[in-house]
């Protein structure tokens, strides 16, 4: 793992020299160890593909950073999503650690669950104890999948937080509501490698 995040670290240049790298984690709770999560940003899937094509022919980012990292990689997942309209991409105010929440909803897509699911997410924003990073929705992986990436000093201010939610009544009220549409959810807690933009 400690050589995989050395030579990203190094060479992720090369990467961001074609692509926005939003944010890079390792798992710490609540998922497999030793594990890397990274967001892309891409403005449309043409310049998805553009950049794709960009780096095949980059033989710098290959020998250099692909064929490297690829004998230390056990599996790799991918899935394309979009920011919800109504949450705009936040940076958090200082160093501290993410929580990200993936909720799998059931069928029907946010016509069905959307309105409901936006106001369980505001009335844990409201409460002030964690900043929303970002709500993404899949287009491409496991449908009506909802990732939610939450910044927080530190994971005892996170339980913290978390308790005194489900104490007050309206962040209560919210969730019963939107459970109604809920299939399962898991969450992680994320460290920040040492090349996060989000920092």
């Known amino acids: 793992m ?35 999560f990274h967001i892309w940003k891409y403005d449309n899937f043409a310049q998805q593909t553009e950049v794709r094509k960009a780096l095949a022919n980059d033989k710098e980012w290959r020998e250099q950073l692909l064929i490297p990292i690829l004998g230390l990689t056990d599996k790799q997942e991918s899935e394309i999503t979009y920011l919800v309209p109504w949450c705009k991409l936040e940076k958090p105010p200082k160093d501290g650690v993410y929580e990200l929440v993936t909720f799998q909803m059931k069928p029907g897509g946010p016509a069905l669950w959307g309105d409901a699911f936006r106001r369980a997410i505001n009335a844990h924003v409201d409460l002030g104890y964690s900043k929303l990073v970002g709500v993404f929705h899949t287009e491409y992986g496991a449908l009506n999948r909802v990732h939610v990436l939450w910044w927080n000093a530190n994971a005892d201010s996170r339980a913290a937080g978390r308790h005194q939610s489900h104490e007050d009544p309206r962040v209560v009220a919210a969730v019963r509501e939107s459970v109604n549409y809920l299939v399962s959810q898991q969450n992680m807690l994320l460290i920040p490698t040492s090349y996060p933009p989000l920092e």
Request: glycine share 8%; hydrophobic share 35%.
């Open 2 to 36: 400690n050589e995989f995040l050395e030579n990203i670290k190094k060479n992720i240049h090369l990467q961001t020299a074609h692509s926005e790298l939003v944010g890079s984690w390792s798992i710490e709770f609540g998922g497999r160890i030793d594990k890397v």
